[in-house]
């Protein structure tokens, strides 16, 4: 076993993960313009795309996880770590899969952000909605640690006296 074999390939790979990745934090940033701009278009085109940018980085996970199992280590973080250490003495891979978990800590924050103004919207749906029919059971209060519950009047907020 070559390591400068191993090491070509993921340098190869991890190239691949950070343009992919670069890709799909801009990806992310569009799809946030969207739907602050309520872009249904814009979002369908969205969907299709960022779904063929996370099966490539899957694909490039799978690579990753082969060629450690090919060079005799676990398939995760740790045998990650522990075939960069073998064929990259100089540990310049090193640097960029920490550029690559940072790109990667970047997009799920912008999946996050996006995932909660969409969830914001629903809401704002649902409370106009139930406004619409006058649905009581759907109105909320809020509780003290700042998440909603259903409307509880009449409840017993103190037994004693």
Do not use: F
């Amino acid at each position: 076993m070559d390591a400068s074999v191993c090491h070509d390939l993921l340098e190869r790979i991890l190239a691949e993960e950070t343009r992919a990745l670069t890709e799909l934090e801009a990806q992310l940033e569009r799809e946030y313009d969207a739907l602050a701009k309520q872009d249904v278009a814009a979002l369908d085109e969205s969907a299709d795309v960022r779904a063929w940018q996370l099966t490539r980085l899957i694909q490039l996970e799978r690579e990753r996880q082969h060629a450690c199992a090919t060079y005799g280590y676990p398939a995760d973080i740790r045998g990650l770590a522990a075939l960069l250490d073998w064929c990259d003495p100089t540990r310049k891979l090193i640097d960029h899969y920490q550029d690559r978990v940072a790109r990667a800590i970047r997009c799920r924050d912008y999946n996050s952000r996006n995932a909660a103004l969409v969830n914001a919207r629903m809401g704002r749906i649902e409370s106009m909605l139930g406004a619409l029919s006058a649905d009581s059971a759907s109105a909320r209060v809020y509780g003290r640690d700042g998440a909603t519950r259903a409307n509880s009047s009449g409840r017993l907020l103190n037994a004693e006296a």
